[in-house]
């Protein structure tokens, strides 16, 4: 058997290790075509992220799909960098948790750069030995809004440091969540939070979640964090409350499109820190990729339901 892999030789090496079996390395985007032998492919996005962002968007499977796979495994949580055809043929499991780690870690850093302002303490002369007083971190309160595994982690170590978490999500609270506190709405979310990390997918309901109307009730000089997609804010409605001060920072590490074009303002506000949708990239998430591959790939083999499915479109 074959598993065809779009994802780098790291992974590919590490994956072969792990399962004793012929990895198959093929170009990002669509595939045109796969040898029989190939039975699961590990799929990357086929668009919406720079490498790729020139080719076309493919609208139509090509000739042959979805040749002979039995199952797909998504490197994303995320699917809305897929076609719908991509996930209708055969089953198709997420990589919901594997970054949730690195993540949260890129979260926490953003919360204490923005408090600390490290960069700005160092010194390399007496004359700039001048004491400088630190905000505190704890005592804050962090909103979230989706409470996945993303959520879930930079809860785990929000609460850990001393801050409040408030949260809102679409289904009930779970049960792990006794520390947070759960809002009803985004307004109420924003009225509270000092920092708001949106931690949610791409869905009809969640496009610009933070608009004109919701941001109206934001505390003044919210930092707001984005790790999830660019959609999930209204740009211009972004940019008239960072002029006006209802969000005093903003640390981006997804937008829309990716990348940015030049002269996009956010390049150059002093308020705004964007970073290119690199949060979740290192080895430990493809490393835990590389479990989750090899445990749907047994329960593949007994006949028993993937992990993290793709629910039906």
Do not use: C
């Not at 669509?30 to 799929?43: C, E, S, W, Y």
């Not at 799909?65 to 198709?92: C, K, M, T």
């Not at 209204?234 to 409350?241: G, Q, R, V, Y």
Request: aromatic content about 6%.
């Amino acid at each position: 058997m074959l598993i065809a892999s779009q994802l780098e030789p790291f992974f590919n090496a590490a994956l072969a290790e792990r399962l004793g079996v012929e990895i198959l390395p093929i170009p990002r985007g669509t595939p045109q075509a796969l040898p029989d032998t190939v039975k699961v492919l590990v799929a990357a996005p086929l668009f919406g992220v720079p490498d790729i962002a020139h080719l076309p968007h493919p609208a139509a499977p090509p000739a042959g799909w979805p040749f002979n796979l039995d199952w797909i495994q998504l490197v994303s949580s995320g699917i809305d960098h897929y076609p719908r055809w991509f996930l209708e043929a055969v089953p198709v499991s997420t990589a919901r948790g594997v970054a949730a780690e690195p993540i949260a870690e890129f979260v926490i850093g953003a919360i204490f750069e923005a408090v600390k302002q490290l960069h700005t303490v160092w010194i390399d002369t007496p004359d700039a030995w001048r004491i400088r007083p630190f905000a505190p971190v704890a005592g804050s309160t962090l909103g979230l809004v989706g409470y996945g595994a993303i959520g879930r982690a930079v809860a785990r170590k929000a609460l850990g440091l001393g801050l409040k978490v408030h949260a809102l999500r679409r289904s009930a609270p779970a049960d792990d969540a006794a520390d947070v506190v759960f809002a009803r709405s985004i307004e109420e979310l924003l009225a509270v939070s000092d920092h708001l990390v949106l931690a949610a997918p791409a869905t009809p309901q969640t496009r610009h979640i933070l608009n004109a109307e919701s941001l109206k009730a934001a505390k003044p000089g919210v930092h707001v964090i984005n790790i999830a997609r660019g959609t999930l804010i209204d740009d211009d409605a972004f940019l008239a409350a960072l002029a006006d001060g209802r969000v005093g920072l903003a640390t981006l590490d997804t937008t829309t499109p990716e990348p940015l074009p030049a002269g996009h303002p956010y390049y150059t506000l002093p308020q705004v820190r964007v970073s290119p949708h690199t949060s979740a990239i290192g080895t430990a998430p493809r490393l835990a990729l590389v479990e989750k591959v090899a445990a749907n790939l047994e329960h593949w083999r007994a006949g028993a339901p993937i992990l993290d499915p793709v629910h039906a479109l």
